[in-house]
């Protein structure tokens, strides 16, 4: 089965600070998609980004981009300018070929001003 | 707007009895899950429907039930066999154009049950 680890629980940045969340994940798959979403305290999830395992070119949106590390079976978020608004938790996901999506735990971003 | 709404935002159940959660899409989605988040945990699979008419167990799908007789709905059905039902349950959907798994879950806001 697959498994997705996320070993910060808490972190903190101060205002347009970078901060980067660690994301790892165990599977045996070749072909699969990662995510990070976004849950605010109004806890609608919202998709920060995504990305395809066999595209070797790392996802960026905007502020958010990815270090997607194939062989290390590692995708942590890179947050750059952080923003009072990205104050969230952060879930990491991973889902292979059969609608079976995986979440890590989270990990609670606090942004101080 | 097109989106995901789910129904009640906060429920309130007492022990015994079935209660049920309305999601309703209508961004054309073909594929809708039923997720379970509780404290400090991640989100968890309970069911989810490729096409009408047909839905899969995940894994934690005992003591509930779903029904998908309409693209757009997939009204899930938290029952009395569920021992702890206390949670957050999130309702998502995805186009599915490709195949199973190959496309992006977009959520619904949510809905917070509590047993009485």
């Known amino acids: 089965a697959q498994t997705v680890t996320q070993s910060q629980p808490e972190m903190s940045v101060q205002e347009a600070e970078t901060v980067t969340l660690s994301c790892t994940y165990d599977?045996?798959?070749?072909?699969?998609?990662l995510f990070w979403y976004k849950q605010p305290p109004s806890r609608q999830m919202i998709l920060v980004i995504r990305?395809?395992?066999?595209?070797?070119q790392n996802a960026t949106e905007n502020r958010f981009s990815v270090n997607f590390q194939k062989a290390a079976k590692s995708f942590s978020l890179k947050i750059s300018d952080s923003q009072l608004g990205d104050t969230a938790m952060y879930f990491c996901?991973?889902?292979?070929?059969?609608?079976?999506?995986?979440f890590g735990a989270g990990t609670r971003l606090t942004v101080k001003p | 707007d097109g989106g995901i709404t789910q129904s009640p935002k906060y429920l309130f159940r007492k022990e015994g009895q079935n209660v049920t959660l309305s999601c309703e899409q209508n961004?054309?989605?073909?594929?809708m899950y039923w997720y379970r988040q509780d404290p400090g945990q991640g989100l968890r699979l309970i069911y989810y429907?490729?096409?009408?008419?047909?839905?899969q167990k995940g894994d934690i799908a005992e003591g509930y039930s779903v029904s998908r007789e309409k693209k757009e709905s997939f009204p899930l059905t938290v029952t009395s066999a569920q021992k702890n039902p206390t949670a957050f349950y999130l309702c998502?959907?995805?186009?599915?154009?490709?195949?199973?798994?190959?496309?992006?879950?977009?959520f619904g806001p949510g809905t917070r049950l509590t047993v009485l």
């Open positions: 998502a959907s995805s186009i599915d154009l490709l195949g199973p798994g190959t496309d992006t879950q977009y």
């Open positions: 990305q395809e395992a066999y595209k070797q």
């Open positions: 961004l054309n989605h073909d594929a």
């Open positions: 996901a991973f889902m292979k070929g059969d609608n079976d999506m995986r």
């Open positions: 429907s490729q096409i009408v008419n047909d839905f």
């Open positions: 599977t045996s798959e070749s072909n699969y998609y």
